[in-house]
Structure formats: structure tokens, C-alpha cells
């Protein structure tokens, strides 16, 4: 399993679009501290770090689906089929190690920020600590986004309807429910798509579909 | 059956242990999808399929542990360095690590004459074959399935895969070879199957 995460995460950071995506959520978030770095005057009763992770929050909803599903390599379940074979690992397994893997990436773009979030953490004059507290719903964030692109994988056809599933099952996550509950329920997210993924791979992608026996 | 097609129908064959047998065919032959069927990655709609006694339906992740199914397609990950995707193969499937999973990829490229930092979307076909081969006999599985081995091969590539196939075989690897070139089965086996329009018109002897 280390080794097929490790694969997956490998292909994603090697797309072009893994920079792009990196460099554009890098450029925003620097953007907002130089602009609003004393705080944006409509939310000015939370602190500068609060309103850093609020703003970073919504950027990854849509810049995480993105990458799990473009910059992923182009495995319908056909492929994943084949790895399966290959490897002589069950379905399964290889979904899960895709999803590992896949958070691994969006990770590396998430936590991209951390500089970031110490510098609004000093500005805002609050304790170290919360900067950890702040970074747990960006990182649960991330393994949503990957358990959902992988199920997304498995049981749609096409990229472009996994792409537009994932991104509207993350903002309204991320704009809907209220902070205090965000990381359970990301978490939550991240246990049914495990167990959905895990079921649905071992019957789907057990054999190659008709289409591509033929 | 693939829908209304059927691809295969009255093939029966056994294949001892140790032994090469060739699937020889045209295009359309239905050789592919024996081996496919073999390597458990197509469910016969009817039949039995039988490996050292187990069901393929009912065993089909313990089988798929000593089966290694080679063809043009078996590269996926096409960001991927040619060490990497044949050192991924190989550590997925080795059993015993011994920390000498590492060499004899390096030693097995060489022998293939791949280029380790070659990433796999710049191959060409010879390259991809003689790429799926190598990690193919990396995986030291019980039974090797080749669908068309030869044919993407050029230069000596045929000659040398040929020897190293001979070798494996030697060494008790059961092999079953697709080809659509009928010296090519007779060069490494002794038993060829010929297969047209799904059945088969001559038994191997």
C-alpha cells in the first residue's frame, strides 16, 4: 500500500497543474495578508487568523478538487482494473493507497501555507498554539477532498462530472456548516467515502468492463 | 460473451507446470482474451477455469498473487521514471524483502537496455514492450501470460527476450505466449494452440 500511495502522490506532483495550483493559492493568500493584513473591516471582530483560515479555506474548496482530479493520472475503474492485476493487489487496496496518496498531495498545497498562517498567528497576537488548531480543518479539508475525488473516480465516467461533484460537495461543506463541527464532519466524510470506496471497488474493479474486453 | 459477441467458445486446455504452450491466432482470434480469462481479469460467462486446483471465480486474489499478465497495456502512470514504475511493480509484489529489490531492477533494466530515467511517455513501443516484459519477469510469478510479446519488439530486443523467456521457462515458470506470428510460439514452446473466430482449429500436441 505505501508503495501504490507513493505512486499516486508522485503523479500528482508531477503534473504541471500541482505548480500552478501551489503557486495560485500561494499568491492569493499573500495577496490578502498584504491587502488585509490589519483585518478586513466587515469581520472585524475576529482575529486576523480567523479570518486568514476562513479565506483559505474557501481558495482550497476549490483549488483541491481541481488538482485531485485533473493532475490525478487518467484511471478510470478499466485501469485501476488492470493496476489491480498487475500489482496483484485487491481493488481495494488500491483505492485506498490512491486516496492516501492523493491527500499526501493536497496536503503539500494546504500546508504550502503555513508561513502564512504563523505570520497572521503573530499579527493577530495570539498564542502558537492556535496556529496547529487552525490547521487541523485545512488538513481534514484535504483528505476529503482526496477520499471524494477517488470515490468519484470509481463510480463516475467522466473527469468533468467527478470535477463538478467533488467541488460542489466541498464549498458547501467548507461555506455551509459551522466551524465548530467542520473537522468532525469532514472526518465523518472521509470514513463513509472510505467505506464506500472499499466496498464498491472489490465488486467494480475486479474485472475489466465489457466495453474494453471487446 | 462480451453482449451478443461471443469471443471464445469450446476451448478446453490443460497446461502442465513448467510447460510453454502458444496461443497462435489472427486478430480477432480470441487469443487475447484467453489469456485474459487466464489471467482473471475477464469473468468467463460460461466453463471453468482451474489453477493447481482452485477455482478462478472463487480464488481470484489468491491467483492473481502467482499469475503475472504481460501486454502492451500493462503500463499505467505515464509521469512515472522507468525505474520507478519497474521498482513499484516489483516491490507490490515481492514477498520476501530482502533489500535486494532495488538491484535487481537496476540489474534487470540493464539487461533489457532501458534507460532508468526514461519517464514512461516517452517510450515507444519497442521500449513499453520490453518495459512490461522486464517488470513482468521481475514479479517471478508461478505463470507468465504474454499477449504479443514479440511483435512491438525491434533490433536484438527479440533475440535477447527470447533467450531470457527460455531461461524462466527453464527454471519451472509456466508460460503461455499469444502471437500472431506462428514462428514465434515454436521458437520457445513446444505446444502450440491455434484459435480462429473463437475456437480452436488446432489442438496442441
Not at chain 2, 453482449?3 to 490443460?14: F, N, P, Y
Not at chain 2, 537496476?106 to 514492450?129: F, I, N, Y
Request: hydrophobic letters at 55%; proline letters at 4%; one cysteine or more.
Amino acid at each position: 500500500v505505501t508503495w501504490l500511495a507513493w505512486r499516486a502522490l508522485v503523479l500528482i506532483v508531477r503534473h504541471e497543474g500541482f505548480l500552478i495550483a501551489t503557486a495560485l493559492h500561494l499568491t492569493v493568500l499573500a495577496a490578502f495578508v498584504l491587502v488585509w493584513g490589519g483585518g478586513v473591516p466587515v469581520w472585524r471582530d475576529d482575529p486576523v487568523l480567523t479570518q486568514f483560515l476562513r479565506v483559505d479555506m474557501v481558495l482550497l474548496a476549490m483549488i483541491l478538487p481541481w488538482v485531485a482530479i485533473r493532475c490525478s493520472p487518467d484511471e478510470g475503474p478499466n485501469s485501476l482494473a488492470q493496476l489491480a492485476a498487475t500489482t496483484a493487489c485487491r481493488p481495494s487496496r488500491i483505492v485506498v493507497a490512491k486516496a492516501a496518496g492523493t491527500a499526501a498531495a493536497l496536503m503539500i498545497i494546504a500546508l504550502s501555507a503555513l508561513p502564512m498562517f504563523v505570520l497572521t498567528q503573530q499579527i493577530s497576537a495570539l498564542p502558537a498554539s492556535m496556529v496547529w488548531q487552525a490547521l487541523l480543518p485545512v488538513v481534514a479539508l484535504a483528505g476529503m477532498v482526496a477520499a471524494l475525488a477517488v470515490v468519484a473516480n470509481v463510480c463516475l465516467e467522466s473527469r468533468f462530472s467527478s470535477w463538478i461533484v467533488v467541488t460542489v460537495a466541498t464549498v458547501v461543506t467548507v461555506s455551509l456548516v459551522p466551524t465548530t463541527v467542520k473537522v468532525a464532519e469532514m472526518l465523518a466524510v472521509v470514513a463513509l467515502a472510505t467505506i464506500i470506496m472499499t466496498t464498491a471497488a472489490d465488486r467494480r474493479l475486479r474485472y475489466l468492463s465489457e466495453s474494453e474486453q471487446v | 460473451m462480451y453482449g451478443q459477441v461471443q469471443a471464445l467458445a469450446g476451448v478446453s486446455l490443460d497446461v502442465a507446470r513448467g510447460e510453454c504452450l502458444g496461443v497462435d491466432g489472427a486478430a480477432g482470434s480470441g487469443r487475447t482474451t484467453l489469456l485474459r480469462i487466464l489471467a482473471t481479469l475477464v469473468r468467463p460467462t460460461s466453463g471453468d477455469v482451474v489453477v493447481d486446483g482452485q477455482d478462478v471465480r472463487a480464488h481470484l486474489f489468491e491467483i492473481r498473487k502467482r499469475v503475472t499478465f504481460v501486454s502492451a497495456t500493462s503500463i499505467v502512470g505515464d509521469r512515472l521514471l522507468v525505474e520507478e514504475h519497474a521498482r513499484f511493480v516489483a516491490e507490490t509484489r515481492t514477498v520476501n524483502r530482502n533489500g535486494g529489490v532495488a538491484a535487481s531492477v537496476r540489474q534487470a533494466l540493464r539487461r533489457a537496455g532501458l534507460a532508468p530515467g526514461a519517464r514512461l511517455e516517452s517510450l515507444g513501443s519497442s521500449d513499453r514492450m520490453a518495459l512490461a516484459l522486464t517488470t513482468g519477469l521481475l514479479a517471478k510469478a508461478d505463470i507468465l501470460l504474454l499477449d504479443e510479446p514479440f511483435r512491438p519488439l525491434v533490433g536484438s530486443r527479440r533475440a535477447l527476450f527470447g533467450e531470457w523467456l527460455t531461461e524462466v521457462n527453464a527454471a519451472g515458470t509456466t508460460m503461455v505466449i499469444a502471437t500472431g506470428d506462428d514462428d514465434d510460439a515454436r521458437r520457445l514452446c513446444k505446444r502450440v494452440l491455434r484459435l480462429a473466430a473463437g475456437t480452436v482449429v488446432e489442438e496442441p500436441s
